[in-house]
Every structure is written in C-alpha cells, then in structure tokens.
C-alpha cells in the first residue's frame, strides 16, 4: 500500500499563504483520486479538495477560490495552495487516496493566527 508523507505546514498570519506537499512511498499515477483532508480540534476528518488522474478537481465551498490542489504523478507528489488563509482554516491537514485501502499518517499542522 503507498503510503504518504505530508509537509509544509505551520504558523500563518490570516491572509496569508502556505504550500502544503505530499510525498508518496510509491506510483500515483495508478490512483484515480487523490484528495486533502483536513481535522480541527473536537471535529471529524473533512474532505479539502480532490483531485483525479485526469486532473479534474473539486473543493470544499469553504475553500473555493482560495485553495488549489495539484499533483505530479512523475515526481509521487500531491500538493495543496493555501491563500487568504482565515482562522477556520486552523486543522492538522492530511493526503490520501479517496477510494480504496486507506492507512492514514501524521498530517502536517496549519495554524492561521494573529
């Protein structure tokens, strides 16, 4: 099973922006749908946007215009722009497949703070 590495998170100033990249173990291109999640505090896991090997993509209404999602099959990455980043937006952040056998791992923390 791949599994998937994410990083860039951290502190940001609302308004602000953050790429978030994710690091596959093995081949993508094999995935039809990749997808960013993302849990605050207290809540479930959400899906952020996804992405298929078409590369057709769709958004949470909370994120649209704001967010864009992106993959590189031949570099095993997915990645996840983040702007104008609100407070709300403060979540551990995950990358996975939408479909299928799915192992999660630790995420990468963003905190959009004064």
């Known amino acids: 099973q791949v599994q998937f590495v994410e990083s860039g998170g951290g502190l940001v100033q609302p308004g602000g922006s953050l790429r978030l990249s994710c690091a596959a173990s093995?081949?993508?291109?094999?995935?039809?749908?990749m997808g960013w999640y993302c849990q605050a505090p207290g809540k479930q896991r959400e899906l952020v946007a996804d992405?298929?090997?078409?590369?057709?993509?769709n958004y949470a209404d909370s994120v649209k215009g704001r967010f864009t999602i992106s993959r590189d099959n031949a570099k095993k990455m997915v990645y996840l722009q983040m702007n104008s980043l609100k407070p709300e937006d403060t979540a551990v952040y995950y990358c996975?497949?939408?479909?299928?056998?799915?192992?999660w791992g630790q995420g990468t923390q963003v905190t959009v703070s004064s």
């Open positions: 093995g081949g993508i291109s094999v995935i039809y749908v």
């Open positions: 992405i298929t090997s078409a590369y057709s993509t």
């Open positions: 996975n497949r939408r479909y299928g056998s799915v192992t």
